[in-house]
C-alpha cells in the first residue's frame, strides 16, 4: 500500500529524515516512534506530499505520492486540527463529503458523530469546540473518505478516553476490511495493543522495525517480558 525508498528531507542544515526505507502493507496497523526532532512529522507530512523530499521514493497503490491517482488511496490528519473557524461541525464533515464525492454521507457522518459524541455538537462553529472536540472532527474527517491508507499524527492527543477507545476500535475494524494504517504518538500506552508493528525513528533514520518480539530480539534479552514504553526507552537508549 505504502513503499518509501531512501528518502531524505532536509531544512537546511537539518537532514530530518536522513535516507529511510519501509513498506507497509494492507491490514497493517503500523506505530512511527520517537523522541522529539526524531523525523516522524517530516516523514508523514512528506509522504502526504505536503513537504517537497530531497531524494527518494514515495509510492501509494503503486502510484507516486503528489499524484491525484495516489491522494485518491489516502488521508491525511495532522498533530494540530486545521479547521475553518466559521463552519460548522457539520459542514466540514459536508465539505469533506462533497470534495470526495462520498456516497451516502449523511449516513455515514451520523455513525461518526454518534461514536465520538459529536451528535448535538454538528452545528457549533469550529471556533467554538475545545481542542479535544477539533480533533474530534479533525479525525472524522480523515475517516469519512473511507481511503486505503490513513495517516495519522498524534491522534490520541486531546481525546477522552472514551474517544480514545472508539478510535481504537475504528482502527481495528478498518485494518480488518485491509486497510492500512500509520500513526505517529509518543502515547505508546495508546497503540500497546493496537500496532501490528513498529518503526523507532531518531536523528532521521529508523533504529528498529518489527514487532515486539523482533525488538526484543534485537535488545537480545528474549527473556524479558517488555512492555512497549521499556522496549521504547531501550530501544532510543534514552532511558
Ligand atoms: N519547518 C521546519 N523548518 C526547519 N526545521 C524543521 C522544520 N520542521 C521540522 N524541522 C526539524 O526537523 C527535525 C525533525 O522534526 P519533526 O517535527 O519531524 O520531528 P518529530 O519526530 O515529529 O518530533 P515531535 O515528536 O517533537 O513532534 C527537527 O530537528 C526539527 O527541528
Redesign the pocket.
Known sequence: MLKVTRLTKT??K?T??DNISFTLNDGDIVGLL????????????TIAGLLRKNTGEITIAGHKNTLLEAKKHFTYVP?VPELYDMLTVREHLQFIAYAYDVPDWKEKVEGLFARYDLLDKQEKLAKELSKGMKQKVSICSGLLPNPDLYLF??PMIGLDPKAIRETKRIFQELSAQGKTIFI?T?LLDSIENLCHRVLV?KN?RIIADGDRAALKAQLGDGSKDYTLEELFLEVTGDE
Request: charged share 25%; aromatic share 4%; net charge neutral.
Open positions: 531544512f537546511k537539518t530530518a529524515v520517537g523522541p522529539n526532532g526524531a523525523g516522524k512529522s517530516t516523514t508523514i507530512k498533530e499524527d498524534e505517529s509518543h525513528m532521521g
